[in-house]
């Protein structure tokens, strides 16, 4: 599986933005993930469907503000990402899971498959 994130750029405290992830190949059954690495930090969790796509997950910085959807028609899962901050300033990256069943989806060790990124700049 190949993953193709776009869609950031440069936009000014809350704002909206959508990220999309494009994957080759079928991936209906793949949990999918987004995380960021926001300057000077670790990788952190942001959003995430579990390999069946029936619950969602969030960190709790992006709960209510973002969301994560998935079109399997198109291979593409999406974070709509709205009243964005400072703070959500990252490099986002998705990733997708070949593993079935339960895991966590919160972590990034859960995920095989990697984005290249895509940088959100959210001035104040």
């Known amino acids: 599986v190949q993953l193709q994130a776009f869609g950031g750029g440069l936009v000014q405290s809350g704002a909206s933005l959508r990220l999309s992830c494009a994957a080759s190949?079928?991936?209906?059954?793949?949990?999918m993930g987004w995380f960021r690495r926001a300057p000077g930090k670790d990788l952190e969790f942001v959003a995430a469907f579990n390999s069946k796509g029936s619950t969602t997950y969030y960190a709790d910085s992006v709960k209510a503000r973002f969301t994560i959807s998935r079109d399997n028609t198109k291979n593409t899962v999406y974070l709509q990402m709205n009243s964005l901050k400072p703070e959500d300033t990252a490099v986002y990256f998705c990733a997708a899971s070949s593993v079935v069943g339960s895991a966590d989806w919160t972590r990034s060790y859960t995920y095989n498959y990697w984005g290249q990124g895509t940088l959100v700049t959210v001035s104040s």
């Open positions: 190949g079928t991936f209906s059954w793949y949990g």
